[in-house]
């Protein structure tokens, strides 16, 4: 009795995790037969690109003790100049932001269950592949520009004229920056529209398409999605040159994976890859949250003078004396 008693408990026990999982699964909503991505989502997180140390998780325990770090490095940097924040995201020496600004969250992210201690996951050791040398060429010219040019408009950055994202926040890949981190997605048998917070860009996902002639170009790239399951698989090609993402080149080529893992998660993933610019592809992961509310228009250029200020200030330098 004491033998069959055991045996009871034991399959009730190992049922209650497939019991649970068989829940949550059935807690997401489907629209078309699929997977509801519907909603606003968040990838604010502190977790950075790539990794510092040598492990890819933490326990819940470490976490919050970086977590911690963070915040307390979040408050240092309020009306700062220059702190290994603002270092971080190229901001050093030009000005500090009230911390009011800053909303890039304050949490590591977690993927099945454990705190991630970067996005990237492939390579294994959590770091960006090394670049060709055509790849370095081309970001070093593409930085020494940004330092050196201000002749007109056109030659500066794309994020100061209004037109794309700072810090690929658009995507592809979508990465997570100082603030407006938020995205609404919109879902139809025929397309998925990705509204992006950052300068408002809105990106179109065709389903089941075909990419146009490679001489097509497009700010966010081309993309074509296929559900793959219960995943949303993205290929993008068809960038810009303009758009260069750390450095990349006309070969540059991105596949993202949507997943609703429950009403408030979905696990992001996105490969870049382009022989012309690093050694190998690399991979990111992490999660997206569902948040409350709506997304407001992001009016970039309303009352800012800093176009006009940059030019003008390149000018006053040009005519005035030269310091010996």
């Known amino acids: 009795m004491t033998a069959l008693f055991r045996l009871a408990v034991t399959l009730v026990l190992a049922a209650v995790p497939v019991l649970a999982q068989t829940q949550k699964a059935a807690a997401v909503s489907r629209v078309d037969g699929h997977p509801d991505l519907q909603g606003i989502w968040s990838n604010a997180t502190i977790t950075p690109l790539e990794r510092t140390g040598d492990k890819a998780t933490v326990s819940d325990a470490d976490a919050r003790a970086l977590e911690k770090k963070a915040a307390e490095d979040l408050q240092n940097t309020d009306g ?3 702190t290994p924040l603002l270092r971080a995201a190229g901001s ?14 304050s949490e590591l992210t977690r993927v099945d269950g ?9 390579p294994p050791d959590g770091k960006v592949p090394a670049m060709t040398p055509a790849g370095r060429a081309r970001a070093f010219s ?4 940004t330092l050196t040019t201000f002749d007109n ?29 938020n995205y609404q997605i919109v879902q139809t048998p025929d397309a998925v529209m990705i509204l992006v917070e950052m300068i408002h860009d809105a990106r179109i996902v065709r389903l089941n398409g075909q990419h146009p002639s490679p001489d097509v170009k497009l700010w966010m790239g081309d993309s074509i999605g296929r559900w793959d399951g219960d995943t949303l698989v993205v290929d993008t090609t068809n960038f810009r040159d303009e758009v260069a993402f750390r ?16 009403p408030n998660t979905m696990l992001y993933r996105a490969t870049m890859e382009d022989p012309d610019t690093w050694t190998k592809p690399w991979t990111i992961e992490y999660s997206f949250n569902a948040v409350a509310g709506q997304i407001y228009e992001y009016a970039c250029h309303e009352g800012n003078y800093a176009m ?4 003008g200030g390149a000018r006053k330098m040009e005519s005035g004396p030269t310091k010996k």
Not at 92 to 105: K, V
Not at 114 to 122: E, F, G, P, Q, Y
Request: proline share 6%.
């Open 92 to 105: 050093a020496g030009t000005g500090g932001y009230n911390i009011l600004f800053i909303d890039r969250g």
């Open 80 to 82: 700062a100049s220059d």
């Open 153 to 181: 408009v056109k030659q500066r950055p794309l994020s100061e004229r209004c037109l794309l994202a700072f810090g690929s926040s658009s995507g592809p890949p979508m990465l997570p920056v100082l603030y407006n981190n």
């Open 247 to 262: 450095g990349a080149g006309p070969k540059f080529h991105v596949v993202e994976r949507f997943r609703r893992v429950d």
């Open 142 to 145: 593409s930085v020494a520009g």
């Open 114 to 122: 454990v705190k991630r201690t970067s996005l990237v996951i492939d």
């Open 308 to 311: 006009t200020d940059i030019l």
